[in-house]
Every structure is written in C-alpha cells, then in structure tokens.
C-alpha cells in the first residue's frame, strides 16, 4: 500500500496556519480572546499532516452549501 | 431602599458532607422516632422537633424565632449506630474498593504512573474539560495490579452483589471495614481518582450521620377528621430511628452476631429507600395503603420531579383552557373568549385622573361583565369587589389606585397549543368576548397551531403589564407571524374549504349576475366598486369569478406563476394552458390561471407570501381575512359535497382496469417462470431472488398506477374527490386511486409481504408461491371491498405503519428535546457570529451566509430575482 495523505482526499477541506498577524486580526475582528476560538486536536490527522503546532490557528476553506465559501478557524490544542 | 448589583457566579462546586459538617448544621439530634405526645404537642428531639422550623402559623421558630413562612427550617440529624453504604454511590464505592490495596490502602500504581495521570487531571482542570476519561483509565490500570507496589500485599477480588453488598473472595466487606480502607487513603491518591479530599473524602460515601432535612421540607397535613398525616420522608426517618433503636438495643444486650447482622441490613435497606425507592434489586419501601413512599430521590427525578415539573416549568395566573372551536367571521388576529372566562380573567388597570370615570364605571359594575374584580390600594392591598361594597369603593376610587378589570374585546392576549413545538405555537391575539363556553379561532391560523376541533383544548393568557402588551402586540401578534421562522414562507393561509372554494371560483369561466356578485364579496373589508362587466349574456351583465377574487388583490399587485396542475409540458403554453396552470395577475388583476394551494395555502402560498413581504403584514391580514370569507361564500354558491356516489365508475372503465390488473399479473407469472427457469437477468449488485422480487413490485405498481389513471379520467374535474385532489384542499388522486380502483401492493419494510407459515403466507397458497396474490397484492378497491385474504393483508401493512408513526413521534420527540436542550443558549451576535455563554464562537458567520431564514424565501436567497424584475420593469416572463 502506497503512502497518502489525508489532504489529497476530497472531503478534507483546506487548512492553513495563519500568521501572527493575521490571528490578531482576526481576534479583533470578533473581538474575542484566543480560548474562545474552536479547537482542534494536536493529534488531529489534518493538524499533523500540515505540521501545525500547539498554540497555532488554522484557517479552514470549506465549500458551504449555504454560504458558497465559508471560513472557520480553530485553535490547536494539547490532546 | 438596599440594591446590590447583580453578582457573576465564578464557579459551582460539589462535595460530600461530612459527618462533622452534618452535626454543626444541625440543630438537634433526633433521638426518638415519635412526632407528636397525646396533647399534639411535638415531642422534644423528635422528628418534629421545634427547633427545626415551623409550619403551623402562629407559632414561633425555636431556633431563629420566624414565623412560619419566613422561617426556611433547619436540619437536623441522627446519628446512626452502624455505618452504612449511600447507594447513590455504589458504583464508585466498587470502582474505588477494587483501585486501592486491601492492606494499606494506597492505590494499586506505583508513584510515576499515578503522578502522570494526576498531571493529566491537572491539566484538563486548568482548561476546563471533564477528567472522566482519564479517572476510568485510573480505575481500569489499577485494577489490573494484583500486587501492591507499595506494601506487595496480595490483593483479592471484589465482588459487587446489588444493591449495597460488598465481598472479598468469600467474606463479606461490612461498611466499617471499606470505611476504615477509605480512611487511611492518602490525599494525592485521592485526587487521582477525582475526587477531592478537602470537599470529598472518600469515606464520607459512608454514612455515619444521617441529615434530618427540616420539617418545612416535609409537612405534615390535617386531614378533615383532624388526624395528622405525615410525610413520606417523615415515615422513612422513623423506620430508621426505630431500627436503629432496636441495633442498639440487641447490641447492648450482646446479642448473636447473625441477629446483629440482620439488623444491619435492615437499617441499610431503610436508609437506601430513604434516599432512592426506586434502586433496582430493593423492593420499594410501601405506604400502609400499599402505595410506594415518594422519597428523596424520588422527589428529584423525572418530568413531575422539582427540576422539570417545578423549577422549569411551573403553573400560572391570568390563563384559561378550554375546548376551541371554528369562527370563520373572527380576524386571524382575533381570539373568542367566552363570557364566563372575561369575567374571571383581569387586566391591572393604573387609575389616573384621565381614566378614573371609565375606572369607576368598571368598579360600580363589579361582577357584570365589563366591570372588575378587585382593586388595588395604593399600600398594596387587594380588596374585592363585591355588590355591597362596590359603591363605597367607588366613592374611595383616586389616582394611584389599581382596578382589576375584566377582559374586554380588543385586549390583547397570548394563546398557545400545546406541543409547543416552534415560535407560531404561541402567538398574541386580539380578545373578542363572545358567547359560549370554547375559545373561537380563525381557521386560517390552525396550521401554525397544528389544531382541529375534533377536542383540541388550548391555553390562553392575560397579560398584565402594559410594557408587556405592547411587546406582544409588535412581536407576537397573528400576523407578524405570517412567515415561518424556519424557511421564511407563509404558515398561515388557506385549508381546506378556503382551498377549494377560490378553486371552484377561479377554474374556468364562471358567471355571476351582479347580484351574485356582490353577494359573494359583501362580507369582505373591501370598497367594492364594481368592474366593468366580463361579458353580457341574454342581454343582462355577467362578471367572472376571476374579477371576484382580483377584487380583493391589493391594486397594484403582479405575480406570475404555475399553479398545482401544471403537468410539466415540454413545451409550456402559457396563457393558453387548458389547465388553468398558468397563473397571471396583472396590477391586481387575475388575467388566467385558478387560485389553488400553492396560491393561497398554508405553507406554499406564493401570492400571500408576495404580500407579506412586498406590503405589509396588515395587507396580507386583510387579504387573508377577505379570501377566507369570499372562499367560503364561493363554496356555499356553488354547493359542494361528496359521497359514495362520487366514487362510481362504469362498467367499461371497471373491465379497462379488470384487464390491465390481469396483464400485470400475467407478466409477474412470466418473470417468476423465467426465474425458475435461470433466465432472468441480475439486476447491477443484486441477488436474483432480489431482483425478481424488485421487478414484481415495479410491475404491480406500474399496475396500480394505470388502473388509478384509468379511474381518475372516468371521473373527471367535475368530482368533488378529484377538485379537492387536483387543488390541494384535502386527499390525493392516490387515495382515489385505492377507493374507486386498486388498494395496491401492501408492504412491511418495504417489500412485499413474507412472513406466516413456512414457504408461504398463508395456507390458502401453495408453498414457494411468488405469485402477486400470495405475497399482499390488493387488486380490489376499497368501493369493492377487500376478499378476506385482501383484508388480512392490509391489516398486516395498516399495523405497520401504525407502529412506525408510534414509534417515530417518540423518538423525534425525544431527539428534539435534546436538540433544544443543547442549542437553547446559542446566540447570534452583532458581528453575525454564532456564540455560546461562554463566548466561544460556534461559527463565525450564521449559516455560513449570515442570512436569517425567516427573511429567506423559501430558505434560498432568492429575494434577489424578485428585486431585480422589479426594478427592471416587471419584467415577468424572466422571472420564472
């Protein structure tokens, strides 16, 4: 069996470590603290594949049935 | 006057209680199990002792000197002679006597492992996550050590017999030897296994003092006869104190330890129903009567239990019940309330130097109808009115008085049908005092309510301030809520009658003279001013019924669209539809097309729906109000009714389907000989026995379904059954279908029907038959009536779906419950986020498009295509 990678599968959407920058604003944006974004495993496959580390956040790219494109963001945690 | 600010509650903690806690907050040490002596005083350190609150007003708390009312009542306690197990913690008193060492009580890890899971628990407290997980893995790696890493003393298995029996091997573990192994538990062993040694130390899972609550907690009440009649708690407690009376006694008296340890597990039984009367395994504790006692756990549990049936729910004043029952001739913003309920229900009316004659008008009248209850003085007293002193109150009567008078029409109230299953399950309407003994409803708003009349009770409620009325008024009221929260179209409209009458009026053309005419719209809220007249026949004037619904369409209205009976042509002929499907109303006007269901109906309808959301809710209320009452003139001109004649059909069209059953049956024998005989083709990822039952079932169906067309064209759009069907008033050409023609294949889970006798349904077949007769197909109809083996059939499917709708309700019941539980506190935010109470974000953007589905139509953005034909010009033919 040949190696894959759970990113190369369809229903995976796309996940990306956003900078610091990027993080603070959105934090200002919805004017929230960093433990009141939703978390994500560290030993989430996803979380391992892109190499993400405790502390990071990911922005998800998911296609909405409502919305079109729809962004969430979680937080990684210690699992 | 004192205000604190409200406070921010940080944190909720839950512990055991200690024996030493349970004496300082006591009061008394309950020694005797009698209440009260001879003269019905209570008995010092009994089980009404004094000291521990009263109930009798009059009387004075011994302990904090309140009145009854004021005075919350103080515990007490006992102190038992033997410990004994809490059965609320059993599971944790075995899981615990299995994790620590039998010798020196240490847990059965050594200090590393038991140091990384501590580490863990800490770690998960910080973040606020339950540590279950974690202490289930404790319990589990601890149970597995045989040795004892600390003292390397042999452990031995415990057993757990229910309800509270211990063993160890053979021997019996009494409560004081798993107290005194709970004991010598050391504090990080303790935290290990979650619990936490200042707030709950292990041992405190044995009883040693037992809690007396107060009496307020456990009244007792005067019967009639003036005998006494206890509490349930009250009984329970003095089971225990005489029992435990009795071990002391038999223990002083050194008695054999057999007879020692009966009593012993007497006294364990009775503090275990104490607590639960319900644990598996111990007969419930009985009332003389034979009744089960209702004790403490009993009081807490369940729908009727303190936290659904007292604290989140609980009953009210200013609300009525009874039967409702229809009013076509009420708004759908109007509520009949029968005289008897407006002179019982009031309404807080501030006196003010501007109203104090009407006031006073309300009081001299007292009882008779509008007129008032009590009144209120200004220091808070309620005096009632009654004849002979209504004039004295009258002459009384100033600014700052409160009179409390009866409903009267056009106040508003709030009226619910229970199962209160979304928003339009309460709404506020207007009152209408009426004659009677049932609340009248408009038809158009049963939908919302989900009510018919067949004895359907609903709940009506007064409201009491005037900040409240406005709210409901604004919020509330019938026809704010016109469009469903859900999916933004309207679940008010036309049912049934309403349906069919604009049907019968729109569907083709039909004359009026003038008389006629106006007769249909003269009940309607409209300024009839005649039209030009349609056509003239015989020299005399004629208008359409079409012209008579465009009379109560708002001037200015234009919708285009294709109504129930469009039968999907390929090429469509728009205005020239023979089926009156194609609907266009022009500036207010109906051009072509009948009014059906999806024109004015409940859930669907698209000519309300652009009402609403293009004028206003008070359009749309009118415009209901007014279709309501023309459809019902319109039915009542035409006359309509149904019966068994209406389900004829002829000889031929009888042979015609006689015939086309007869085929079917004829090539399901065929494919049964082709399978028997290995030709018949598998069916792609079927088996071929699976295959041939699937092209049995499509052969019968394709049966039925041509026997139903059959039926349907022998009757014709002249049929009530048929009108109704083809408008969406009320059944499906389906249901005529297993009237006049054929009931059809009945099914159980979907296939045809297997079970009985071995190879075979019933005996009247053969074994291995696979005819359609055999396996539940019904060629008869219901008209014709069904041959027995037919029937047997059909009941075989009948129960079925009985059973599944049963079961369905329960559990939909149950799944919505939890849903609602879990989403109730969600909230969505100003930046169009969705929060939790914790303001944690569940999604960023409602929905994911941020759109509020009741301002959605029909749960699509489409608002967008009518917005642009709009403002292009009405550009109509685009749109659809």
Known sequence: ?79 | MNYSPPKRIDEIRFGLLSPQEIRDMSVVRIITPDTYDEDGFPIDMGLMDPRLGVIDPGLRCKTCGGRAGECPGHFGHIELVAPVVHVGYVRLIRSLLRAICRECSRLLLTDEVRDHYLHKIKELKKIKRPIDDVVREVFFEARKNTICPHCGAEQREIKYEKPTSFYEGEERLMPTEIRSRFEKMIDEDILAVGMDPKRARPEWMILTVLPVPPVTVRPSITLESGQRSEDDLTHKLVDIIRISQRFQENKEAGAPQLIIEDLWELLQYHVTTYLDNEVAGVPPARHRSGRPLKTLSQRLKGKEGRFRGSLSGKRVNFSARTVISPDPNLSINEVGVPLDIATELTVPMHVTPFNIEECKEYVRRGSKHPGANYVVRPDGRRVKILDTNADEIVEMLEPGWIVERHLKDGDIVLFNRQPSLHRPSIMAHEVKVLPGKTFRLNLAVCPPYNADFDGDEMNLHALQTLEAQAEAWILMRVQENILSPRFGGPIIGGIHDHVTGLFLLTNGEKKFSKRDFVELLKKCDIEIKLPEPAGYEDEKPYWTGKQAFSMILPNDFSILYKNGLCQRCSECKKEKCENEAYVVIENGELKCGAIDKKGIGAFEGLILDRIVKEYSSSDAARFINNFTLLSIRSIMHFGFSFGLKDEDIDHTAKAQIAEVIREAEDRVARLIDAYKNGELEPAPGRTIEETLELRIMEELGKARDSAGKIAGKQMGMTNPAVIMARSGARGSMLNLTQIAACVGQQSVRGERIRRGYRDRTLPHFEQGDLGAEAHGFVKRGYKEGLSPIEYFFHAIGGREGLVDTAVRTSQSGYLQRRLINALQDLEVEYDGGVRETRGVVVQFLYGEDGVDPAKSDHASPEVIKSIVSDVVGKDLEKVV
């Open chain 1, 1 to 79: 069996m040949s190696e894959y990678s759970v990113l190369d599968h369809e229903m995976v959407p796309k996940h990306e470590i956003m900078d610091e920058s990027e993080v603070k604003s959105l934090l200002k944006k919805y004017k929230i603290t960093l433990e009141e974004l939703p978390k994500i495993k560290a030993s989430d496959p996803v979380v391992v594949a892109i190499g993400a580390k405790i502390g990071d956040v990911l922005k998800i790219t998911r296609k909405s049935p409502t919305g079109g494109i729809a962004f969430y963001y979680r937080l990684v945690i210690e699992d």
